[in-house]
């Protein structure tokens, strides 16, 4: 079964840092591009960051960008995004998402359960 | 910030359809970026329901189904069901912002 399970939400405190994790099962993790999307709550999505196959292009929101890094290690089969200097507007359900490709179109089309991060004093 | 707007709540009867739009711009949809729809029931993980702006994967109800034209999108519910209570989001990518999502519109089952 193609699955994504994300780790490492947790409460922290204004300032801090987190690592999530996402393990990949059921699919070639090494062959896809993937992305973190987060939900605040009562939200809609956001995009937070991409990487590619092989982890050689990366790319972030605006709003994370100089504060989180987003890293795969393709032998463990599993997704990274370590937060720092986080804030109380960080606060949400972090997804691991993959990317799939159909011709020429490019799409999440497995995603995880989430983990949740909250940022409160 | 969502650069791509959608009417925060839709509703209809079992049985009747249902359209969602999705309005964005000429530096997204309007640029040619291709539109994937997602549906998150209550308290669950989005769901990819519609890809390439119409195209539905392997599971999908064909009562789905998405069109695209110009600067917006949109999405058709037909013979709409209980079951299909929840969020759509609509998605693309911006040439400034990479992926960006629609604001998100609570669909309801009257």
């Known amino acids: 079964e193609v699955q994504l399970v994300e780790s490492g939400g947790g409460l922290v405190q204004p300032g801090g840092s987190l690592r999530l994790s996402c393990a990949a099962s059921?699919?070639?993790?090494?062959?896809?591009?993937m992305n973190w999307v987060r939900q605040a709550p009562g939200k809609g999505l956001e995009w937070v960051s991409y990487?590619?196959?092989?982890?050689?292009?990366?790319y972030y929101a605006d709003s994370v960008k100089g504060r989180f890094t987003i890293s795969r290690d393709n032998a463990k089969n599993s997704l990274y995004l370590q937060m720092n200097s986080l804030r109380a507007e960080d606060t949400a359900v972090y997804y691991c998402?993959?990317?799939?490709?159909?011709?020429?179109?490019?799409?999440?089309?497995?995603w995880g359960k989430g983990t949740t991060v909250t940022v409160s004093s | 910030q969502s650069v791509l707007t959608q009417p925060p709540s839709v509703s209809g009867a079992p049985g009747q359809r249902v359209t969602i739009s999705c309005t964005g711009s000429?530096?997204?949809?309007?640029?040619?970026?291709?539109v994937h729809w997602y549906q998150q029931l209550p308290g669950t993980a989005p769901k990819l329901l519609i890809y390439?702006?119409?195209n539905r994967p392997s599971g999908v109800p064909d009562r789905f189904s998405g069109s695209k034209s110009g600067t917006s999108a949109s999405l058709a519910i037909t013979g709409l069901q209980a079951e299909d209570e929840a969020d759509y989001y609509c998605?693309?990518?911006?040439?400034?912002?990479?992926?960006?999502f629609g604001t998100g519109t609570k669909v309801t089952v009257l």
């Open positions: 998402a993959r990317i799939s490709k159909k011709y020429y179109y490019y799409y999440m089309d497995v």
């Open positions: 059921g699919f070639t993790f090494s062959s896809y591009e």
């Open positions: 990487i590619s196959s092989s982890g050689s292009t990366i």
């Open positions: 000429s530096s997204n949809i309007g640029a040619g970026y291709d």
């Open positions: 390439g702006n119409s």
């Open positions: 998605q693309s990518y911006d040439s400034s912002l990479d992926y960006v």
